[in-house]
């Protein structure tokens, strides 16, 4: 079980921590340009994601229906998932290329992006915007390569695309002088890349894999063979997930709005950007660990084998405990030299000065936070999406309660306070939720 855990997780450590490096290295490239850049391409990426991450359901969903067709050796399920996955992340991506002038007001009202903040923000969102296709697409085509326990294709596929956006990035704003357009042109340019060799995978497993799901005989739409589900039942897992992510989004969109609002200078707004670029790296380092829940979770559930399924979550939970423990270890010792990679004390010396004073938050963010990460995981491979949204609505009313109860009155430190017990408070509920029989999955899978 180690093992088959260790050949799905470390692929996937791999290429999550490439995921967060393009958001440091962006930061890290402003970080010469001073603290209002670092501010801006922060606040940026996250008006964007907020619009981009809440369709994370699409790679969830497809992993989770898929591992369970893999599981029960269903070709047909396979196949139905990545089309009709595929054609539901086109119709979005291109909506949200047709509605990219509400979607930054909007942003940046429920950010509450500063005056001073506004063109650079809109610079850089107007032109990410347009690999929104390309980007949900791969999702989906991450998803399912996950489902089917393969994380070697999503390892090479994200590598490439994230050295590309690494490369186009640095000539664009170091060479060629663009600022922060450079930053948003070098992602698009290799988003498009990556959906072409995504679909060149597609190409090369039909030509070279046995047992190939994608062929006509299995593109048959209505649910009829095992592994298959309804299109009502395929609605209804992605819309409680999409709830989920929402949710999730909102509350660290609530994080920088509040952070805006403080009566604080611009090096505190660029201190907890920096800040949440160290907590991306540890959610998709600890990723690694959940998306290998995912993909076998929702083997043995499809293939109704609750012992493995049993020792598998156990298993993960550990492995993912393990690196949190390295990643607070790696925070703490590193401190001033890690955050100056960020924050020259050259350039932006207040920046670095305030950033030190809140790292220990960050250390027990790491530790505390990572339960829910990998719950996560379990979850989506059982596609127990009700439950994702019910334990996220539930918790994220009590990340509202804890501020305006307590945390609004010790400025940001009650600020990240809130934000730490919202993780907690998550984990809690799933755990009970698991425990208390609540997840009618698990029952399912109990009783053959």
């Known amino acids: 079980m180690n093992r088959e855990i260790l050949r799905l997780a470390l692929p996937n450590i791999l290429s999550n921590i490439s995921v967060p490096l393009i958001s440091s290295f962006d930061t890290a490239l402003m970080g010469s340009l001073g603290g209002t850049h670092i501010a ?114 999503p390892l090479l596929l994200t590598l ?123 959610s998709y380092g600890v990723d690694g660990f959940a998306f290998a829940a995912e993909s076998l979770v929702g083997k043995y559930a499809g293939a109704g084998d609750p012992a493995r399924l049993h020792r598998a979550i156990r298993r993960i939970m550990a492995w993912g405990m393990g690196l949190a423990v390295i990643y607070a270890l790696v925070y703490g010792l590193g401190g001033r030299a890690l955050l100056a990679l960020f924050a020259p004390e050259a350039s932006a010396p207040e920046t670095l000065a305030v950033a030190l004073q809140y790292l220990p938050m960050l250390i027990c963010f790491c530790i505390l936070a990572t339960p829910c990460y990998l719950l996560d995981g379990v979850f989506v491979g059982l596609t127990a999406a009700r439950a994702m949204r019910q334990t996220m609505l539930v918790a994220v009313a009590g990340y509202l309660g804890a501020y305006y109860l307590v945390g609004q009155h010790f400025a940001n430190w009650g600020l990240w306070g809130s934000l730490l017990f919202f993780m907690v408070l998550r984990a809690v509920l799933q755990w009970a939720w698991w425990r208390l029989g609540w997840v009618s999955e698990f029952r399912r899978i109990e009783a053959g």
């Open 40 to 153: 801006a391409v922060g606040l940026g990426s996250m008006a964007f994601n907020f619009v981009y991450w809440n369709f994370g359901f699409l790679r969830m969903g497809t992993t989770g229906l898929t591992a369970q067709a893999f599981g029960g050796e269903s070709e047909a399920g396979q196949a139905q998932t990545l089309i009709r996955g595929a054609l539901l992340a086109l119709g979005i991506g291109v909506l949200l290329v047709i509605l990219q002038q509400p979607l930054v007001r909007f942003t940046e009202w429920l950010l509450n992006i500063r005056t001073d903040q506004l063109a650079l923000v809109e610079e850089y969102f107007y032109i990410r915007i347009l690999a929104a296709p390309a980007a949900l697409l791969q999702m989906v085509l991450l998803g399912w390569f996950f489902g089917r326990q393969n994380a070697v294709w």
């Open 160 to 282: 490439v695309v994230n050295l590309a956006n690494l490369g186009l990035s640095y000539y664009l704003v170091a060479r060629a002088g663009w600022g922060i357009s450079g930053v948003a042109w070098g992602t698009v340019a290799a988003q498009y890349f990556g959906l072409l060799l995504g679909i060149g995978f597609l190409v090369y497993g039909k030509l070279r894999v046995p047992r190939w799901p994608l062929s006509r005989r299995t593109w048959n739409p209505r649910a009829a063979a095992p592994g298959q589900v309804s299109l009502g039942a395929f609605f209804r897992i992605n819309r409680d997930i999409f709830i989920r992510t929402v949710c999730l989004t909102l509350s660290f969109a609530f994080f920088y709005n509040r952070a805006n609002a403080l009566d604080a200078a611009t090096a505190t707004v660029a201190a907890n950007v920096i800040l949440l670029q160290l907590v991306n790296w540890l």
